[in-house]
């Protein structure tokens, strides 16, 4: 588990942590646990959401369980900068969906001192890798892989097989369009 460490030299010292996993794997959970600790903390932070995803609440970033956070919604990764006022702690949920300049944005705000976490799907329904996610995973100090468990056979979960037939790499969805299956259990359904 992730343990915060903020060096006394004086110096900023940022980093990045990515969350990521299947759907249903507690992603989103994890962010804001990890987020009401710094809150408590009475650290400034902010969290960002991707405006495509509009599937709970305009404004806040909530889990498939029902935890909620407050949150702000960009167009695109360099509307970031509009909102940020140096806060020490920048979350961002649902990454996958931004375009590729999130990976600049993020290390940018790590090269200046900001503790970055990131949460989204690592892969996507056909099991590839989502967006800029390859990208964000090899520049992350921390990444932390969840899972969920398998709809099949109940061992842990990686891959979110879609349920309905539809080709579109972004298909916004829950239980209804999703379930967490295991390697084993999702390659019999896409053989």
């Known amino acids: 588990m992730f343990l915060e460490q903020f060096p006394q030299d004086g110096k900023p010292h940022g980093w990045i942590e990515v969350i990521c996993g299947s759907m249903f ?36 970033v909530m889990s498939h369980n029902g935890s ?15 909102h940020w006022k140096k806060e020490r702690l920048v979350a961002i949920d649902e990454v996958q969906f931004f375009d590729p300049e999130i990976v600049r944005v993020t290390s940018d705000l790590a090269n200046r001192g900001v503790r970055v976490i990131c949460a989204g799907l690592d892969m996507d329904f056909k099991g590839v890798p989502f967006g800029p996610m390859p990208l964000l ?55």
Not at 72 to 82: H, M, N, R, S, W
Not at 149 to 164: L, N, T, V, W, Y
């Open 25 to 60: 794997s507690g992603k989103t959970e994890e962010l804001i646990r990890r987020l009401r600790r710094a809150e408590f903390a009475n650290q400034k932070l902010l969290l960002f959401k991707p405006k495509l995803d509009n599937r709970y609440a305009e404004e806040q």
């Open 68 to 82: 909620s956070f407050e949150a702000i919604q960009l167009e695109k990764a360099t509307d970031l900068y509009d």
């Open 137 to 191: 995973l090899s520049c992350a100090e921390y990444v932390t892989k969840v899972h969920a468990i398998c709809m099949s056979c109940g061992i842990p979960a990686q891959f979110s097989h879609r349920k309905k037939k539809d080709d579109n790499q972004v298909m916004l969805g829950a239980k209804d369009e999703y379930e967490p299956l295991c390697r084993a259990c999702y390659n019999k359904i896409q053989h």
